[in-house]
């Protein structure tokens, strides 16, 4: 069946907003491979990179929102960053901006007045400004130790007035400054979720190390055992199976559910387990994330993996308890 392209009366209008911002997006791409903005968005990667203290960014009315935004992002991506209002900082925040820090400010037009004051205080107190501007001329542009000149676009607005291309660009910016400054910082995903511990996003990012079941809890036979005594032990604990180790805790084996079913019938329970056993059981490591796991369960077609440090074994973890963690 032919589908249908839904039109409304303002679709026109939708998508020429699209379509102008994709554009400015293109300009923007384009402005980061020439060899002047690329130079200075290095300069400035580098330069938040190395500082001992924070980006303190800043920016007035739409810009002010972005630049909230970029704080936010760099913050949350193992950058310490803070958002300054100019109209606060003009009215005792500047002392929130230490000579260690570095200031990054977002101003389209590079005239805006309430950064000014900012400006004064970078320049008097040797702070490091990087302004991203789209006019390099412009008093921010003069007063920036870099400047990051953003490409002229056209407004997605049809009076050509509300921000709405500048802001789309500014925001990409920042991302990019954010993400090139993982790798600089060589952010990892451990790193991450430290910053998200809650949401499904720091679900995603949990460790088996943090669900598992470890002590006691894990069922465990020697391979001396026989299938009586690991059927009593699967039975103990709440997993549907029991790993089989060695005196030293090594992991040989495993023993389901679903293999006492198999041999229940037809084998004397007196039976020594290692006759029985799963002789490679699924495993991972503590570190192992958690959506990982559950992606090694779903590849092996098993419930439960048995966690181990140098084929010790140091814990076990079941699907539910990881889709109760929100992983899923």
Not at 82 to 100: F, K, N, Q
Request: hydrophobic residues 45%; charged residues 20%.
């Amino acid at each position: 069946m032919k589908s249908e392209v839904f039109q409304s009366r303002y679709s026109d209008s939708v998508l020429n907003t699209l379509d102008v911002e994709l554009q400015a997006l293109e300009a923007l791409r384009l402005a980061m491979q020439s060899p002047d903005l690329g130079a200075q968005i290095d300069r400035a990667i580098q330069a938040i990179a190395t500082t001992p203290g924070r980006v303190i960014v800043t920016g007035m009315g739409k810009s002010g929102h972005i630049a909230g935004k970029i704080a936010a992002t760099m913050r949350s991506t193992g950058t310490a960053a803070l958002y300054l209002h100019p109209g606060e900082a003009s009215h005792g925040d500047l002392g929130v901006i230490t000579p260690s820090d570095v200031v990054l400010a977002i101003t389209w037009s590079g005239e805006t007045s309430e950064l000014n004051d900012i400006f004064s205080y970078c320049r008097s107190r040797g702070v490091m400004l990087i302004v991203a501007t789209s006019h390099a001329d412009s008093t921010a542009g003069r007063a920036a130790d870099i400047c990051l000149t953003m490409p002229s676009v056209r407004e997605a607005c049809p009076y050509e007035l509300a921000p709405t291309s500048t802001t789309t660009i500014q925001l990409v910016l920042g991302d990019a400054l954010a993400v090139a400054l993982i790798q600089a910082r060589g952010f990892t995903a451990s790193d991450f979720h430290t910053f998200h511990p809650r949401g499904n996003l720091g679900a995603r990012l949990s460790t088996v190390g943090e669900i598992m079941g470890t002590g006691d809890a894990v069922p465990r036979v020697g391979r001396d055992a026989s299938l009586t005594s690991a059927t009593i032990e699967m039975s103990r604990k709440r997993y549907g199976c029991t790993a089989v180790v060695d005196e030293n805790e090594i992991l040989v084996g495993a023993f389901t559910d679903g293999d006492l079913r198999r041999c229940i019938a037809v084998f004397d329970l007196s039976d020594n387990i290692g006759l029985h056993m799963s002789v490679s059981p699924v495993t991972v490591t503590a570190e192992t994330l958690a959506s990982e796991a559950l992606h090694i369960m779903n590849e092996n077609a098993v419930s439960v993996l048995f966690v181990v440090e140098e084929g010790k074994l140091v814990g076990i973890v079941h699907m539910h308890d990881i889709i109760r963690r929100g992983v899923a």
